[in-house]
């Protein structure tokens, strides 16, 4: 299922190169899941969110959200509860990724299971860390020191990052 979001995510990059674009497709293919957009997430009192990336290793390695967790994109369902099913009673659950695509397929996946753990809420970050990136909010890498580079996915999706000297593929040395 998600590399059929993924192709219809591609198609619409293909005729808008926006990643706003990108999110209608997105929300389109994952109706039951919330969507926050930057400001929204921003405001929150960080102590009543869970936040999780969905990113692999070297994307979460190069920048992310401060106190992000990072999950696997495939970790089973299953074993995500059994992990951090008890990080989340009370608290609203974030989940992001580069654009959205893989952190909305994860919502989707596992927030009833959540909502019955206690969670709040499960959202997803309207146009990932590409769109944090793009209104130039704070990134962390993998020190905790703050960065202002950014990890592309690959070239057709790095794309969609508006300052492309920022996009790196390793951690900034500082």
Not at 19 to 42: K, M, Q, R
Request: hydrophobic share 45%; glycine share 6%; with cysteine.
């Amino acid at each position: 299922m998600a590399a059929a979001v993924l192709a219809l995510v591609a198609v619409l990059v293909e005729r808008t190169s926006g990643l706003s674009a990108v999110h209608e497709g997105i929300a389109a293919s994952y109706p039951n899941v919330v969507h926050i957009d930057a400001a929204e997430f921003a405001q929150h009192d960080r102590r009543s969110l869970v936040v999780f990336d969905t990113r692999e290793a070297e994307e979460f390695s190069v920048s992310h959200l401060a106190g992000a967790i990072r999950i696997p994109p495939d970790l089973p369902a299953e074993e995500f509860l059994l992990e951090y099913g008890d990080l989340v009673e009370g608290m609203t659950v974030v989940f992001y990724c580069s654009v959205g695509a893989r952190s909305s397929q994860y919502a989707e996946q596992t927030q009833s299971a959540l909502r019955g753990l206690g969670a709040v809420d499960v959202v997803n970050l309207k146009r990932g860390l590409f769109g944090w990136h793009n209104e130039e909010r704070p990134l962390v890498d993998t020190s905790g020191k703050a960065t202002r580079m950014i990890h592309p996915y690959d070239e057709y999706w790095g794309r969609l990052v508006d300052r492309s000297e920022l996009i790196s593929r390793i951690p900034e040395k500082f």
